[in-house]
T-cell receptor, first 111, second 112 residues
Framework: EDQVTQSPEALRLQEGESSSLNCSYTVSGLRGLFWYRQDPGKGPEFLFT???AGEEKEKERLKATLTKKESFLHITAPKPEDSATYLC????????????FGGGTRVLVKP | DGGITQSPKYLFRKEGQNVTLSCEQN?????MYWYRQDPGQGLRLIYY???????QKGDIAEGYSVSREKKESFPLTVTSAQKNPTAFYLC???????????FGPGTRLTVL
């Protein structure tokens, strides 16, 4: 059974204080790992897809990396508008387009 | 303006009633999905459909039903058999050429 665990559950940062979110996964043949951002009461917004170990992707203050067992979402010099819940999901090679989600990390960036 | 729409945004239901949540997409996507999200938790797959007139159960299908009569529409019915239906419901879609699922704005269902 595919499993995704995100840590920490919640993260409080001061504006400008860089940090990393962790997504550990077990999957039988990784097809892709996805990061989403979700604001309260809204649908998830797609951020990145990573396909193979060693791959990195960046968008503004966010950088996602992938190893064979985990992915990290690095937030560099965060701003209050980066406050959100960040969701990680994996797609197994044998599961078609089905995604298995982690529980998310709630990030609060204080000015 | 392409995208995924869900309606209504908020829905209140009395115990014992069936309710139907709407999901429409104009992205010409082949596959559509329904997820449930409980407070502080990740998303769990209810049902999904890869093509019109075909759909499969996800991890938590009991108490739910779907139909896929048109490519752009994938309504979800929450039946009275669903023991704990209060949750945030999210619809997503994707096409065969890519793996990324794109989400609608969600419907918050509350059972009174």
């Amino acid at each position: 059974e595919d499993q995704v665990t995100q840590s920490p559950e919640a993260l409080r940062l001061q504006e400008g204080e860089s940090s990393s979110l962790n997504c550990s996964y077990t999957v039988s043949g990784l097809r892709g790992l996805f990061w989403y951002r979700q604001d309260p009461g809204k649908g998830p917004e797609f951020l990145f897809t990573l396909y193979s170990a060693g791959e990195e992707k960046e968008k503004e203050r966010l950088k996602a990396t992938l190893t064979k067992k985990e992915s990290f979402l690095h937030i560099t010099a965060p701003k209050p508008e980066d406050s959100a819940t960040y969701l990680c999901a994996v797609q197994a090679a044998a599961a078609g387009n089905k995604l298995t989600f982690g529980g998310g990390t709630r990030v609060l960036v204080k000015p | 303006d392409g995208g995924i729409t869900q309606s209504p945004k908020y829905l209140f239901r009395k115990e014992g009633q069936n309710v139907t949540l709407s999901c429409e997409q104009n992205l010409n996507h082949d596959a559509m999905y329904w997820y449930r999200q409980d407070p502080g938790q990740g998303l769990r797959l209810i049902y999904y459909s890869q093509i019109v007139n075909d759909f499969q159960k996800g991890d938590i299908a009991e108490g739910y039903s779907v139909s896929r009569e048109k490519k752009e529409s994938f309504p979800l019915t929450v039946t009275s058999a669903q023991k704990n239906p209060t949750a945030f419901y999210l619809c997503a879609s994707t096409n065969r050429a890519e793996d990324t699922q794109y989400f609608g704005p969600g419907t918050r269902l509350t059972v009174l």
